[in-house]
């Protein structure tokens, strides 16, 4: 049993505080022929600076902007070695310094938490984060193919070359371990494809029920097709201040907590260590749920969960301050790239203990609206309809989820998703039966970027600054 050191544990520390005030992004399309990849890009853009109620104008906030961080998860999808360079000219910002970062899955989320530290170190006071994934350009199967090489080739290639088949092993073992029902995870599905009918911008929407998920084709056993995301062509970008510059710019200032954890490729080969605790739990917490894991040969990290995401969690909490996340959180935004993910996380986050996740999908707290009460659910997941239902445009991933917290957090929510010229601005009409999904004066909210079968992760905590 590894036991980290204390130097390993270390919160982060930053010298001074990070705000977001602005979030722009495309909608998300399984093909996007009409527009190349800067042009993309420059549509959030242009929402991030025009859109947002910004107190300057577009082109003046553009020449505030001193550092740029761009996340992509392949060059292979466009065939252009560093694109970040062509999108940052073509967006009219050099010389400004810039760089690029491919994290897998978690490139989104690993972007803002680069982009966060030029603010936190002073090195800059307004840097534009962006995110991107041009996943039309080759066959479905080869872009499987190119996803499926940020597992371990030499370990996990050999279940096959597709990440359902990563994940579907994982799904088994959490079924059997917790003794999960199989509705549990449908419901996810239908949930998270349900709130992207409010989207305009969401790749995958649609009303389904927990019947027709389970009744669905078998990808990789026991996870069906619903139960799986899909590869997204699309955008988005985000601005990040230093304090001075953040309320000069809005008059509705969002702070930025985020922090990382890692894990290794190989998920059934992942050493037993000491996990942290969260602030609300204790030692007595786990003390049968360990016995029953000694009695399947368990031990944790193993399939049943994600170390990095409990590591990310943790510095993150206890840099934002976090005492209860399901007190201390108003929403939260998970890596739902399929149903299992959703559900590990839940744990991982400390929604709630572990071996409990699927009493925070049955007992309808992680609902907009409670079944069982018809109140606000205590912690929605996924109200924009998360990877399941509106995108999974990877480098973009990270960066939307988070955005899309900031917008519930400022409000705007509506302003975005239930505008009718927003649904035609991408070619849609507005549902008749559309329905707001805008939380009552939310606090703070809570966004996970994932990788592969859980090797990167960050975890970013936002709070309102006014």
């Given at each position: ?14 010298t ?33 600076l025009?859109?947002n ?127 999960v ?25 649609g009303?389904?029920?927990?019947d ?25 970008s ?6 001075e ?44 749920l ?70 925070f ?85 809570l ?20």
């Open positions: 049993m590894i036991k980290l050191a204390p130097g390993n544990l270390r919160v982060p520390k930053w001074r505080p990070v705000y977001m005030v602005a979030f722009g992004t495309t909608d998300y399309r399984k093909k996007y022929p009409e527009k190349n990849l800067s042009e993309l890009a420059m549509m959030a853009f242009r929402m991030m025009e859109e109620d910004l107190k300057k104008d577009p082109l003046e906030v553009k020449d505030l902007i001193n550092m740029c961080t761009y996340g992509e998860f392949a060059d292979h999808f466009q065939d252009q070695l560093l694109c970040e360079a062509k999108v940052h000219d073509y967006l009219g910002l050099n010389p400004l310094p810039n760089w690029g970062l491919k994290t897998g899955g978690a490139t989104g989320g690993y972007t803002l938490l680069s982009g966060a530290c030029t603010i936190a170190s002073g090195y800059s006071d307004c840097t534009m984060v962006m995110g991107w994934e041009r996943m039309d350009e080759v066959k479905t199967w080869t872009g499987n193919y190119y996803i499926a090489s940020a597992a371990c080739k030499d370990f996990e290639t050999r279940l096959a070359r597709n990440y359902a088949s990563y994940y579907a092993p994982m799904a088994r073992r959490f079924g059997e371990m917790y003794k029902d199989e509705r549990v995870r449908a419901a996810i599905a239908v949930k998270n494809r349900g709130y992207a009918c409010s989207s305009p911008f969401a790749h995958q929407a009303k389904h029920t927990v027709e998920v389970l009744n669905g084709a078998i990808v990789s056993d026991p996870l069906r097709f619903l139960e799986c995301c899909a590869m997204s062509v699309g955008a988005a985000v601005l990040l201040c230093s304090e510059l953040a309320y000069k710019l809005t008059d509705k200032p969002v702070k930025l907590f985020t922090a990382g954890g890692s894990d290794t490729l190989r998920t059934g080969d992942r050493r037993p260590m000491r996990f942290p605790l969260l602030p609300h739990e204790t030692e007595e917490d786990y003390k049968e360990w016995k029953e894991m000694d009695k399947h040969d368990g031990r944790w990290p193993g399939f049943e969960s994600f170390g990095a995401t409990r590591f990310a969690a943790y510095w993150a909490y206890n840099m934002a301050g976090i005492k209860n996340p399901l007190e201390d959180l108003d929403l939260v935004e998970t890596h739902d790239a399929f149903t299992i993910s959703d559900l590990q996380t839940y744990g991982d986050v400390g929604l709630t203990l572990y071996g409990r996740e699927q009493d999908v049955t007992s309808g707290e992680c609902y907009h609206t409670n079944p069982h009460t018809g109140k606000q659910g205590k912690c929605p997941a996924n109200l924009s309809g998360g990877l399941l239902g509106t995108m999974h445009a990877v480098g973009a991933t990270g960066i939307f989820q988070a955005g899309e917290v900031l917008w519930q957090l400022q409000g705007k929510y509506d302003k975005f998703h239930g505008d009718p010229k927003m649904w035609e601005r991408y070619g849609k009409k507005k549902p008749a039966d559309w329905k707001s999904l805008q939380l009552k004066d939310p606090r703070r909210g966004a996970i970027s994932h990788a592969g079968v859980g090797s990167h992760v960050t975890c970013a905590v936002l709070e309102k600054a006014w």
